[in-house]
């Protein structure tokens, strides 16, 4: 059976229940058995691995997992799907299905005395970036995270110094993230405008920064980026009421030209800079955004 063939007859499924996908939610559901695989055979899952998911839908996915992993937790802030997914997955015993947005769930309490997770998920484009910072900057950090972006996201997140946005950076303080594969909008239904990509992220458990530095770091970064087009020096002036001839001497001293711009930057220029400045950063967002 053709790959065209199977995502018609799983779009059939929709259409004999009389599902419609709500837009409010961003629901665009994977239909492309190809696909699927790709994700799990990116999670290497075993029969001893924990899951959390986000988005499980009407199963497409969870129902995979469930015929692997040791435990699954799906979360699915959508009420009609959570209520009818045990049925249509014939209540397995080893998953548990929370109603709820996973953008305000407490990933460390679901885990309890886990040792080790596994987080993915399908996620709505609206929620990508804050569910990405919370389960990176979460006390019990996942192993590994496989998720499906929009691709232009995922290409932002794995960018090297010259591309780098304050998204990169932030991954790439937590882990190690690659892009698995392309997905194309056809995978899909509804058919999203945008091309997707699998994301596969090896989480560091010792990040770079610690748990304490997290929110003086990231408002360091947002200063950094504020203006990404002009020179750092810059947006480093204002954002810390700094004179220029402070700034381009700390520069000077990390190595950094002052005609820099905050794209071109690796990690250690940040963190470094970071190490010098963070008496001067000023309180300002308690919760990070980041683009």
Known sequence: MGKHTVVTKNKKNFDE???????????????DENIRDKIIKAASLTPNDILIEIGPGKGFLTHALTKIAKHVIAIEIDNDLS??????????????ILTQDARNTNFSDLIQNQRKYKFMGNL????ASPLIRKVLTSEKKPSEIIIMLQLEV?????????????LSVFTQMFGNP??????????????????SAIVRIEVFQKPLISQKQQLSFFNFLK?????????????????????????????????????????SL???????????????????????EIS
């Not at 950063?281 to 990070?288: A, T």
Request: proline share 9%.
């Open 17 to 31: 229940n009389k599902f419609f996908p709500k837009k409010w939610l961003g629901q665009n559901f994977l239909l």
């Open 178 to 195: 690659t892009i698995i594969a392309k997905v194309k909008p056809t995978s899909f239904y509804p058919r999203p405008k945008v091309f």
């Open 83 to 96: 209520q009818s997914l045990p049925k249509n997955l014939g209540s397995p015993n080893n998953l548990t």
């Open 266 to 288: 690796n990690l250690n220029n940040w963190y470094s800079l970071y190490k010098i400045l963070e008496s001067q950063i000023p309180n300002m967002d308690k919760d990070i």
């Open 223 to 263: 200063i950094g980026f504020n203006t990404p087009r002009k020179q750092l020096h810059n947006a480093l002036r204002n954002g810390l009421n700094s004179s220029s001839n402070d700034i381009k001497l700390i520069l000077n001293k990390c190595g950094i030209s002052y005609t820099q711009r905050p794209a």
């Open 154 to 166: 995922a290409q932002r997140m794995v960018a090297q110094p010259g591309k780098m946005s304050l």
């Open 124 to 127: 709505p484009y609206y929620a």
